[in-house]
């Protein structure tokens, strides 16, 4: 009996610590620059799921967008909000990785966001998405369309009409759709 209750007060203070301890979410605003436009960024990192969201205005060439860094599923996900569409892309860092550069970031006054021209596969069919994106994901792109996003070769010479869409990746995107479009 005094044995049961001395695990279940050592569990009880693990858990507390644990709890303690543990950062369930940072938040934070960081200034890009983007193709000479500044952007400010709005990150928020949580640790306990392993996410990372950045939420930015329309600056320049890039759209407005709520991006979803979702390391348990290694994927990027970028909601535009100017022109209502997901891309989805998978992720290269790890989340440890991931939130150390953006509270690097937060230190710098300004950072320089890279920029890749990248262009898209799709629209991914919807019971597609909801299955293989899991609901975090299908929820952040509820209502609009999603494409697949894969880097350009820069070999690659040829005109295109919708549905592919070239997009400038920038933290955000730029979206160049209903005309020709050199690739």
Known sequence: MHFCLFLVIVAGVFDLIKCASAKPTEAFTVRA??????AKQNITIDYENQLVYVKMKKAGPSD?????HDFKRALVVHRDTTRNLCLVLPLSN?????????KAYKALKERIAPTEFMKTIGPINREVFKTFMGPRIAEHCAGVPAYWLVPRSGKEKRYIM???IEILMCGVSKIMMNKPVLQ
């Open 33 to 38: 620059l983007i193709e000479g436009f500044h």
């Open 64 to 68: 407005a967008a709520i991006a979803l």
């Open 94 to 102: 790890t989340f440890e990785e991931e939130a150390q550069n953006w």
């Open 162 to 164: 919708q549905p592919n």
